[in-house]
């Protein structure tokens, strides 16, 4: 049941991701959700913290790709496997995502790989979204 | 059936891991096998890449524990999470790694987060093993 619910979220979420409109986010993630950058250390708290980092990376990301999905054996845990480019800059990536029973988001982890591409991303995202970002810690 | 094979070879790798014994590594991994690499863009070819680097890393990780593990649907993918410690830097981790049908490592790639933690390990890596790795380029 809760396994259904994340599938029914992670949808939704790739449509947004598809058509680029994500008005409807904030249904997807619950208020108190904690964001953990691949660039900070310390978690950003709270949806408008998550809402915000996810609006901009998805037009900060060129030739965005999911591919590989994994979850826990509960299915209440996925792995989103991505790739992109940022600024000329191949990389890869990982959303670590975890649901509550209703299949709303309260965790999202994004890991990135190579340094060079973890080192684009943190640069154009610093531009775009970096002070702003900085009140949710 | 594939699964349970993929299910061993984790259950052994976690073994090896717990005891510090790799000798038997070089059985788990196919001799093709391909390295990808937090910090590097190019993969690292062959067997003997991954099993430097995987020897490498238990050495240099402190507090190295696993977390969630994650599968895709046919079980022959999976995502192991880790947290750990590398020059008083705090690091979390994923390894995304892929089976062959017998259970064999075809694939092994890693991604840290956040950037400072990657930027620890990837010096103490350079320094261990990096003129040696980049052989397998």
Do not use: C
């Amino acid at each position: 049941m809760a396994q259904e619910k994340a599938q029914a979220t992670i949808k939704r979420w790739h449509k947004m991701v598809a058509s680029k409109d994500l008005e409807a986010l904030h249904e997807i993630i619950h208020p108190d959700a904690m964001f953990r950058s691949p660039v900070a250390h310390t978690p950003y708290q709270g949806r408008d913290a998550l809402a915000l980092a996810l609006s901009t990376v998805i037009n900060v990301f060129e030739d965005f790709t999911y591919h590989r999905e994994f979850f826990t054996d509960d299915g209440k845990n996925a792995t989103l496997e991505f790739s992109a480019h940022v600024g000329g800059k191949q990389l890869k990536g990982v959303d670590l995502i975890k649901f509550n029973d209703d299949g709303l988001i309260v965790e999202f982890e994004v890991m990135i790989r190579p340094a060079s591409g973890l080192m684009a991303l943190g640069e154009e995202m610093g531009k775009r979204v970096g002070a702003k970002l900085s009140e949710f810690k």
